[in-house]
């Protein structure tokens, strides 16, 4: 039981470059949510999918998409990175209803040159 | 103004003491409420959620939850060398939001030998 995995650790892109980043859950949870953490700003959520087939707009979206590929897969996509999003981005899941804690993957550090 | 405060810290304990974090949150719908631990370079893991008005203990960790106040805190007793790191308080609405959670900064906890 791996719980949340995420793909790649690290990644290096130069501005206007585009890459996606994975998420994958073995928990069989129905929700699942992409934050982005900046030094002192806490974590801030861009999107977030409540079930298979929705997502939703958190915080920060702009700059990213997401797609819920199925229950477990929930990928998030730069399409034009700027410096702006260098950042550690978690990804995390959880179950409708309470308690809704949420778990958290290893998350991916991006730093765009 | 932020929706989920914490005082950034660092807040100093020396081994043995009790160390006591606070979280004011401004939605009085909130209805869920989280406190995660999270070591530097590494992902949030949860201590402990509480949802009704009161204490709730575990182990060396108390929650605490004042709605009519709209606080929350979480005392560290008999706080180890192990127990320094950030501690990221979370607040959860209604099931009908997503279950999302929105995070303060969080405080960071040096623990002195």
């Known amino acids: 039981n791996a719980g949340v995995t995420q793909t790649p650790k690290f990644q290096v892109l130069k501005t206007g470059q585009s890459m996606t980043l994975q998420c994958a859950q073995d928990m069989n949870h129905n929700s699942m949510y992409w934050y982005r953490q900046d030094p002192g700003m806490g974590l801030r959520l861009i999107y977030y999918?409540?079930?298979?087939?929705?997502?939703d707009k958190g915080e920060v979206p702009n700059g990213y998409n997401v797609s819920r590929l199925n229950k477990r897969e929930f990928s998030l996509r730069l399409e034009s990175a700027a410096p702006s999003q260098t950042s550690v981005y978690f990804c995390?899941?959880?179950?409708?209803?309470?308690?809704?804690?949420?778990?958290f993957g290893p998350g991916t550090r991006l730093t765009v040159l | 103004q932020k929706e989920v405060e914490q005082n950034s810290g660092p807040l100093s304990v020396p081994e043995g003491a009790i160390a006591s974090l606070n979280c004011t949150y401004s939605d009085r719908g909130s209805q869920s409420f989280f406190w995660y631990r999270q070591y530097s370079g590494k992902s949030p893991e949860l201590i402990m959620f509480i949802y009704s008005n009161g204490d709730k203990e575990d182990g060396r960790f108390t929650a605490q939850l004042n709605k009519a106040s709209q606080y929350v805190s979480l005392l560290i007793r008999d706080s180890q060398p192990s127990d320094s790191a950030t501690y990221l308080c979370a607040v959860g609405g209604i099931k009908a939001a997503g279950n999302k959670l929105t995070f303060g900064g969080g405080t960071r906890v040096l623990v002195k030998p």
């Open positions: 995390a899941s959880s179950e409708l209803g309470t308690p809704n804690e949420q778990f």
């Open positions: 999918s409540a079930s298979e087939g929705t997502t």
